[in-house]
């Protein structure tokens, strides 16, 4: 953990002057910059060092405890993030991700656009030494046990050794960041049977076991788990292409969404359905604190050097917050070191190609 | 469209005599062979023919204008379904798919065990000329506007060329089946851009789009669509690979039950909620009817010489019936002849490898 040259807080500020920076980008929430500074201020609050990036007269009154540079360029809607991230250095996003692949900050928070933050972490921050790809896993808000899904959609097409990977970052990142012990880690597949699912799973699968059986102990291997296991708890964290993945996730939520959809507008059909509707809202709402997706901060980009976490852009101040007390607690726990150590362990990680003179080539994934 | 060596019916049958006869298997229901028989009685009644294979002494009384061939033997919850139906040639499913293959009956039902249906029906029906893999459709619950994705578990790895088929397959099920006009066809990914998606999916969209500008009048190709789009009704029929497409499907099941399953919760935790949940049940009516699974009769087997129906297991004799008056659409519409010219126009159709002499070899697949 490199503090690097962080700015010291003011006096008074309840952060210790040791903990990580978060660089935060406040361009992207659907409520505005304003309201990611907002949850900048809730999280300083609870004592996390933020460093905010964003148009600085659209921030409103800050506490002098968070510094902020003064960044009005955005590039969360650009049509393609990839180039925007290239050509556009003075975006909000482009600064916050190179304040921290510069040491100025320890991690990443940038709401919204998941296609320019993990452009531009992986231009600026890079992938961190021995990981083929970086991921992005989503901690999904099921009722009773959170479980974490990845790859959600940072690659479309995957090899064995990259979902191998993805079980152990997925892991660490549950660990850290998401209080679960050892997780128990499945295979999405499209049934339970070792023997089940398409050639990647099958080879991805025999990987997983071997690894269970030379005694991995940062997570436990659960196998396959089917589309219908991924809301029971089956696993804690379940690895998978991001092209499947992507789906998944998608259609989680549209069908979520039009279940609560089609039960308002019920609620709403006649009298007698508001009466009820009224009387049965103060039940539903635990359901629907439980599946709150604020409540964990948010996607999280992994694999590269430092972490970084995406809130989603409809968020309000209050997961904007947990993104960050989130993004400090990964930092603080030294998240992307474990994950290489434990990589390191099982003889996972990539090996850089060595040339005739034995000089390390730089690594294309 | 060949009667063959159906039963006639009895005198003041409803029945068409020259009518397609649908062999139905009643072992596989979770409510047991009566109720599939009680489906297939309610069925006749409306007009449809019907072959019953099942434990005779189970099924209940009959009318005269049902037969029953006594099939006792299930492999409804065989662990390995294709080697089961390969080794017993006296299972209900075998003797039904055999029926059909022999031209007894002119479509398939058979509840609960999809995986056996699959493989009785590919060892006793065989696959349609020029069908490179029969694939599993499920017209998707999605209120008003239902949507049949396939294939949903058939084949876990697939080639562009399946996925091309698939498209034929689905567009002849919904426009003979299910009452869509010329439907809209989508490539499920994970984004709306022609350019994203998996190598596979970038394939299949190039050579659906190629299908496109030739001028296919039995579809319209809508691209691209998201998980989010499943639900939003932005295509009638959604291909995709059988890992994908079972993922799919089963997340959803799953999402939509815990969905459900909260409210019911919360309508019983206080008194005041179940004031509530009862007051508001009515209007859930609507809803509940509209996402009924047995209103669209189950899952459909198609690229077989002839159709196939797997109405779910937990269905009750009402889903068995619309099961049966589906097939029994499907096979006096032609579905199987129809997606066979759709795919010879299109040029489409698998090629039987020819051996240097030019005879046809028998193809594998």
């Known amino acids: ?171 660490a990142l549950a660990s850290t960041v998401l209080d679960v012990q050892r997780p128990r880690v499945g295979l999405l597949s499209n049934g339970e049977e070792s023997q089940r699912g398409s050639a990647l799973v099958l080879e991805a699968h025999a990987a997983l076991a071997e690894q269970a059986v030379d005694g991995i102990d940062v997570f436990e291997f659960v196998g396959n788990v089917e589309g219908g296991d991924v809301m029971s708890g089956a696993a804690d964290v379940i690895v998978t292409d991001g092209f499947t993945g992507n789906i998944a996730l998608k259609l989680m939520e549209s069908v979520s969404q039009t279940m609560l959809g089609a039960v308002r507008e019920a609620a709403m059909s006649s009298t007698r359905a508001k009466l009820g509707g009224a009387l049965l809202r103060p039940a539903l709402r635990g ?32 997961g904007f917050a947990q993104a960050i007390l989130r993004a400090e607690r990964g930092a603080r726990a030294d998240i992307v070191g474990r994950t290489h150590q434990a990589l390191e362990q099982a003889g996972a990680l990539k090996r850089s190609p060595v040339s005739a003179a034995g000089a390390s080539l730089p690594s294309t994934g």
């Open 287 to 318: 359901f629907r604190d439980e599946i709150d997706p604020e409540a964990s901060g948010g996607a999280y980009l992994l694999g590269l050097r430092r972490l970084g976490v995406v809130p989603h852009g409809r968020f309000t101040r209050a």
């Open 1 to 171: 953990m490199t503090p690097g040259a962080a700015p010291s807080p003011s006096p008074g500020s309840l952060a210790d002057p040791l903990s990580p920076v978060i660089a935060v980008d406040c361009n992207g929430a659907d409520l505005g910059p304003a309201e990611v500074a907002a949850g900048a201020v809730l999280a300083a609050e609870q004592g996390a060092r933020v460093l905010l990036f964003g148009p600085a007269a659209q921030l409103g009154e800050l506490p002098d405890t968070i510094e902020v540079v003064d960044a009005p360029v955005s590039i969360a809607k650009a049509q393609d993030p990839v180039s925007a991230a290239r050509t556009t250095p003075q975006a909000s996003i482009v600064l916050a991700a190179r304040a921290v692949g510069e040491g100025r900050a320890q991690a990443l928070v940038c709401a919204g656009a998941t296609g320019a933050a993990l452009a531009a972490g992986t231009f600026n921050i890079k992938r961190a030494r021995g990981i083929y790809r970086p991921a992005l896993a989503i901690p999904l808000p099921v009722p009773h046990h959170p479980v974490t899904l990845l790859d959600v959609g940072a690659n479309a097409d995957c090899r064995r050794e990259h979902i191998v990977q993805f079980a152990f970052m997925g892991a």
